[in-house]
């Protein structure tokens, strides 16, 4: 039993419970608070309609790439390789379009394969090898690295980038609402509807809460442990594809910095209604409060470098949180 969790014992019943509340809830009341917060102190810049949904279509992406990280999580493991992928997917699908001449949706569908291969390599790694999942995946995402740097030779893509795959991400083809958010909101709630409404999503959440009890109930482990990697590499590859349609060109390591995003949201989720459990709800609203609290720093005119500053703090303190609440969970 870790520390934290025997200091949780020694703790009052009356405080037990706020601190319960602030491990369910701090992150729903922090969300809300500071958007409160930004809208008094800037009235006519951030609570508006084109303000929320310009910080929903700039979230998107992260948004995705999260939520296929919450599957890997899930059932316990850590995928580090995915904004290397992301980065290699949107270098590969420009390539595809401008050098190759495929048509757009054969290119996609490509590319979204490759991502599902690379799951399934980080997968059999890290089930059949028995190599530790952050070490395996960093080891491909390193390797990932050097075939995009190969791919282009270190060159941007960015000359014939025809418009209609700028389209997909740039697009407003359903309500006038920007193509990335629509296909964010079918992607998370497809996961949401896997992991908490199907059989499969029973077992998806049983290896993760217990490989060994999952195991002797007759669940396939290995084999729910590759879907975790496979549906995270796709969901890689995805965000790839839509972050070089809205850059217009592809680039090496465009969608490395997606990685701390996607893990700050992902455990910043965990403290969001349930006790440290991982669920793709809770990275949605992870993702949300980065979101916009990167949104207000702009419009307050904070400098760069306070993003970063942001982003670090917020991945400590959401570890923490969560950390805090599977230990009041064990009381």
């Not at 729903?28 to 608070?33: E, S, T």
């Not at 697009?171 to 509807?193: S, Y």
């Not at 077992?203 to 990697?229: C, M, P, S, W, Y």
């Amino acid at each position: 039993m870790s520390d934290v969790a025997i200091s949780a014992r020694r703790l009052s019943p009356g405080t037990k419970a706020v601190l319960g509340i602030f491990a369910r809830y701090g992150t729903i009341i922090g969300l809300l608070a500071m958007i409160v917060a930004f809208s008094i102190l800037s009235p006519h810049a951030f609570p508006t309609v084109n303000n929320f949904t310009n910080v929903l279509n700039q979230a998107s992406l992260a948004m995705i790439i999260a939520g296929g990280l919450t599957l890997a999580v899930v059932v316990g493991e850590l995928d580090l390789s995915i904004g290397f992928a992301a980065s290699l997917h949107g270098i590969l699908i420009t390539g595809l379009v401008v050098h190759d001449k495929l048509p757009i949706p054969l290119a996609v569908v490509i590319v979204i394969a490759l991502g599902a291969v690379i799951g399934l390599v980080n997968g059999f790694i890290v089930t059949k090898v028995k190599v530790n999942s952050v070490i395996a995946t960093l080891g491909v995402g390193t390797i990932l690295t050097g075939l995009a740097f190969a791919y282009s030779a270190g060159v941007p893509i960015v000359a014939g980038v025809p418009e209609a795959f700028l389209q997909l991400s740039l697009g407003r083809w359903l309500f006038g609402i920007p193509n990335n958010i629509i296909v964010m909101i079918l992607v998370l709630g497809g996961l949401w509807l896997l992991v908490e409404r199907t059989p499969l999503g029973q077992e998806i959440q049983a290896v993760g809460g217990n490989a060994v009890a999952a195991r002797l109930a007759g669940v396939n482990v290995d084999r729910i442990k590759i879907l975790g990697f496979v549906i995270s590499g796709m969901c890689a590859a995805l965000t790839g594809i839509l972050l070089a349609s809205r850059l217009g060109s592809g680039t090496a390591s465009a969608a490395d910095s997606y990685l701390l995003t996607a893990f700050a949201a992902v455990f910043l989720g965990s403290a969001t209604l349930r006790d440290g459990e991982f669920h793709v709800l809770g990275t949605l609203v992870g993702a949300l409060i980065i979101a916009f609290g990167f949104n207000g720093l702009n419009i307050f005119g904070a400098p760069t470098f306070s993003q970063y500053v942001l982003q670090g703090a917020i991945l400590i303190i959401a570890v923490g949180t969560a950390s805090l609440g599977r230990s009041l969970a064990e009381r």
